[in-house]
C-alpha cells in the first residue's frame, strides 16, 4: 500500500485544470463512487460536493491525481504521458 501523504501532498499543488485533466484521465477505470464523483465534478465544477463525497475525494480521489515518476523521484499528472521535473516522455 502506497503512502498516501506524499501523493496527496504532490496532488494538492495541481492548478484546477491539472486536477480537470487528471480527472479525465481517471474517470473510466474508477469505481463507484469515486467515478461518479469525478463525472460530477466534471460536469460542474463549481458544484460543492456534499461531506461525504468530500471525504471520498479527499481520501481517494485527490491522491490518485499523480504518479511517481519512474526514473526520478517526483510525480506526475496521472494518465500524462511527460513528466516535467527530468523531462522523460512516457508510451502512450
Known sequence: MKDTAEFEKAAKQLCPEQQQEAMRNLVDMADEPEAGIMRQLLAEPQKPLSPKQQNVFDKHILPSM???????????????AYCETCAVEYGS
Open 66 to 80: 499523480v504518479e511517481r515518476c519512474s526514473t526520478c523521484p517526483g510525480f506526475s499528472l496521472a494518465g500524462a
